[in-house]
């Protein structure tokens, strides 16, 4: 079976820090990856998706990046945090092709003070 | 056009009663329509999922019920228990880039009171 990692799953950081998160999956092979934000209370926000080693889309312009070194990791990151970066980030997979569902990791709480 | 609009934003039942969440869209490409449920501070998880050339699933306690020409889809939860309680989610995507593009609702808290 499938299983997907995020790290870690709570991080405080001071504004103007950098950021790296990492999302990993296990059980399956050249899946599609993709970030989300959640902000409190509201819905999910598509940041980035991945088809590939290497190729990274991003679907709003912002204060992050995103990176895929490898067939199953995916990781997000920034050079230096806002306070508008604080929110609860999740990573998902889903097969390629289409109607494939795509499901969640855990989640990491970020807080930036 | 992409958008998903869902409601109720909250709803409170009695344990035994009937959830009812409603979600509504406009893009005639959407081709997927997956619920998720999330727990407080857990990552959302698939609960059912239905594809338009059906009218209704069925697992368990669980049902989609989908009107394609009305562009509605709706979750009903049968029976709810206290332990349903969290918040869920309607999505509606489509096949766009070489991914599934997924467009959330933006959610329904959902309190099942004994």
């Known amino acids: 079976s499938q299983t997907i990692h995020q790290w870690p799953a709570t991080l405080v950081q001071p504004v103007g820090s950098p950021l790296s998160l990492e999302c990993t999956v296990e059980g399956t092979s050249n899946p599609n990856l993709y970030w989300y934000r959640q902000a409190a209370g509201r819905g999910l926000q598509l940041l980035f998706y991945?088809?590939?080693?290497?190729?990274i889309s991003s679907e709003v312009p912002q204060n992050l990046s995103a990176s895929r070194p490898q067939d199953r990791q995916f990781i997000l990151s920034s050079k230096k945090l806002l306070l508008s970066d604080s929110g609860f980030y999740l990573c998902?997979?889903?097969?390629?092709?289409?109607?494939?569902?795509?499901?969640f990791g855990p989640g990491t709480r970020l807080l930036v003070l | 056009q992409q958008q998903v609009k869902q409601s109720p934003q909250s709803l409170i039942v009695q344990k035994g009663g009937i959830s009812i969440i409603n979600c509504a869209y406009e893009?005639?490409?959407?081709?997927?329509f997956p619920w998720y449920q999330q727990f407080p501070g857990k990552g959302p998880a698939l609960l059912i999922a239905?594809?338009?050339?059906?009218s209704e699933k069925k697992e368990g306690r669980f049902t989609i019920s989908f009107n394609k020409s009305a562009k509605q889809f709706s979750l009903h939860i049968m029976d709810s228990q206290p332990g349903d309680s969290a918040t869920y989610f309607c999505?509606?995507?489509?096949?766009?880039?070489?991914?599934?593009?997924?467009?959330f609702g933006t959610g329904t808290k959902l309190q099942v009171i004994p």
């Open positions: 239905i594809r338009p050339d059906v």
């Open positions: 999505a509606a995507s489509s096949y766009t880039g070489g991914y599934q593009k997924v467009t």
């Open positions: 998902a997979w889903s097969r390629q092709g289409i109607g494939e569902t795509q499901y």
């Open positions: 991945s088809v590939g080693i290497g190729q």
């Open positions: 893009n005639t490409a959407f081709d997927y």
